[in-house]
């Protein structure tokens, strides 16, 4: 397997498990900075390698007065503060090819949505930069394809690969995870992610916003770490009702900790 870096941190097989985490989308510098902190003050209890997530524009909302974030040029400016005074790397989506230069000055984990990861210039454009990419399978998409989407990432020179689960559309707004999918992808050669908070996402299901069934979280990420990953994604919020997107399938902060401790007592077992 590639052992790929982030920051300061390894990732892959035989390296610590690591935690990418925040809230769904920026909410403002102050609130996505909280959270941050929260989340690494437990990271740090737990000696997991922490990295902050937050997207600075979510594109594929259900609606089109839904909250998007602050933009490309203000939520940049905000992750970066933020790496800054926590001291960690930081991962976003990108969602275009004109984005990608101005996020890989700032992100350390470029980020390929699901539904864009058959998109051949977008990834091939991050992947091109030398920062690491973490591609998410799309819905929609056999996790032995992914080999293709890997060989458009590796054409651009990079070996710096991560690819994430996040669930398969099953019928109308339903998602199911295959856990067959994370040993499927990982014999591509590259550390895998479980993407425990989007799996339990219903898209549309609120009509004009997604539902979700964040209750199942902890049931999901104990089993990908039951199968075997390098890394966990995690969208966390200190009040998902308040949350500006994706509450429904979030983590509550205060139940942040006894997860990561049943992951992590899974995770030490399966790699003895």
């Known amino acids: 397997m590639n052992i790929v870096k982030v920051g300061n941190y390894e990732v892959g097989q035989g390296k610590p498990l690591l935690l990418m985490a925040g809230p ?38 259900s609606s089109y007065n839904s909250f998007r974030g602050p933009g490309l040029e203000e939520g940049l400016r905000i992750i970066a503060q933020i790496k ?8 976003s989506d990108i969602h275009e090819c004109c984005q990608v230069e101005k996020a890989a000055e700032v992100l350390d984990i470029l980020q390929i ?22 591609i998410k399978k799309g819905q929609f998409l056999a996790p032995w394809d992914m080999k293709n989407v890997v060989a458009k990432a590796e054409e651009a020179g990079s070996r710096s690969i991560m690819l994430t689960e996040r669930g398969a559309s099953f019928g109308y ?24 908070t989007h799996s339990v996402q219903i898209p549309g299901g609120q009509g004009t916003t997604s539902g979700g069934q964040s209750k199942f979280v902890p049931h999901m990420a104990r ?37 990561l401790r049943d992951v992590l007592a899974i995770d030490r077992l399966v790699r003895k």
């Open 24 to 61: 769904c989308v920026l909410e403002g510098y102050e609130r996505s900075l909280a959270i941050g902190r929260a989340v690494k003050e437990i990271a740090d209890r737990l000696g997991i390698p922490y990295v902050f997530k937050a997207s600075y524009d979510k594109a594929n909302r």
């Open 84 to 91: 800054q005074d926590l001291g960690v790397p930081a991962v």
């Open 113 to 134: 949505p699901a539904f864009l990861c058959r998109q051949t210039d977008l990834v091939y454009e991050a992947a091109k930069t030398g920062r690491t990419v973490n």
């Open 173 to 196: 707004n339903a998602l199911v995870t295959d856990m067959r999918s994370l040993p499927i992808m990982r014999e591509l050669g590259y550390p895998v992610v479980m993407d425990a």
């Open 223 to 259: 089993a990908a770490a039951a199968v075997g990953i390098d890394a966990l994604f995690l969208e966390v919020h200190d009040n998902p009702a308040e949350a500006l997107s994706d509450g429904p399938n979030m983590v509550p902060i205060e139940m942040l900790e006894p997860l």
